[in-house]
């Protein structure tokens, strides 16, 4: 370390510090990625990791469940998407009750959208609180807690999947009832 750095010296270091940081998570979420695929893939050899990727995906919803909204405010839209098939992505969600649904990753201090989500081969794509999720806006209606609203999910592969999805308390969690 040297004593003498000036202040741009000093915000270098950090600068780099910084992005060492990141891209030492980047290589983290790249490494468990890997491995989620890797469990799911593990006795198929080079033939048979193509032959997963080609196979059609199967998919279905669970859990999915909106958490009431502040009146008049933004929405977020919980649930799993499973895959007993070969890998597919989500793309796009619209719903009738709102104007606008778009897909949110959750960063350390805030969140950003994203253009699609991977749904792994014999795996699933969560979107859970603290991590992806579905933000809601433009309601047609305010939603009321056991109102049922209908979610249009669109995958790369396997085209439209429509969705009830039921307003529950803002404390609930999957698996309660
Ligand atoms: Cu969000």
Redo the contacts with the bound molecule.
């Keep these: 370390m040297s004593e003498r750095s000036g202040l741009t010296d000093r915000r270098g270091t950090a600068d780099r510090r910084f992005r060492r940081s990141a891209l030492a998570g980047a290589v983290l979420a790249a490494v468990l990625g890997g491995g989620a695929i890797l469990a799911a893939c593990g006795t198929g050899g080079q033939d048979g990791a193509a032959a997963a990727d080609t196979a059609p995906a199967k998919l279905s919803v669970a859990d999915p469940y909106i958490p009431l909204p502040p009146a008049g405010g ?1 929405g ?1 839209g919980y649930l799993t998407v499973r895959n007993d098939g070969g890998p597919d992505q989500l793309v796009k969600v619209s719903s009738p009750a709102a104007g606008s649904v ?1 897909i ?3 960063t350390a201090s805030t ?1 950003e ?1 994203v253009s699609g989500l991977d749904v792994p081969a014999h795996g699933a794509l969560q979107l859970a609180r603290g991590g992806t ?3 809601i806006m433009d309601w047609q209606k305010a939603p009321a807690l056991g109102d049922e609203l209908e979610l249009d999910l669109t995958f790369a592969k396997s085209g439209t999947i429509s969705v009830k999805v039921p307003v529950k308390e803002l404390t609930y969690r999957p698996g309660q009832s």
């Design positions: 933004m977020a778009t949110h990753r959750s969140m959208q999720h579905l933000m």
